[in-house]
């Protein structure tokens, strides 16, 4: 049973940093592709960041976060980061991490595995 479990959401000021985590774990699954999507109160999970087996390099993200955010993993922790810089209160979200066992961009239906959330919460 693969799983996925986020940590490092919290409450931040505005202007400040903070990083997420996500193990995969599972036997012997290593996720062809890992994301991070978002949810905001009252509105619909959005795509964040994506990034490939292949690692640097094959990142992409949305344009609301392009230049304040960056996404890695460590093939070897099957883990998955998410740097957050410069947050805004538009940031507010319950932050979810996937995974695809294909090379996948930005569309939920695409990832096979989600993780539980965790929430971040920026003040003005």
């Known amino acids: 049973q693969v799983q996925l479990v986020e940590s490092g959401g919290g409450l931040v000021q505005a202007g400040g940093s903070l990083r997420l985590s996500c193990a995969a774990s599972?036997?012997?699954?290593?996720?062809?592709?890992m994301g991070w999507f978002r949810q905001a109160p009252g509105k619909e999970r959005e795509f964040v960041a994506r990034?490939?087996?292949?690692?640097?390099?094959?990142?992409y993200y949305s344009d609301s976060v392009k230049g304040r955010f960056t996404t890695s993993r460590d093939n070897a922790k099957n883990t998955v980061y998410l740097q957050m810089s410069s947050l805004t209160t538009e940031d507010t979200a319950v932050y979810y991490c996937?995974?695809?066992?294909?090379?996948?961009?930005?569309?939920?239906?695409?990832?096979?595995?989600w993780g539980q959330g965790t929430r971040v919460t920026v003040s003005s």
């Open positions: 996937a995974a695809g066992t294909r090379l996948v961009t930005q569309e939920q239906r695409d990832y096979d595995y």
């Open positions: 990034i490939w087996r292949g690692g640097s390099g094959s990142q």
């Open positions: 599972g036997g012997t699954f290593s996720p062809a592709t």
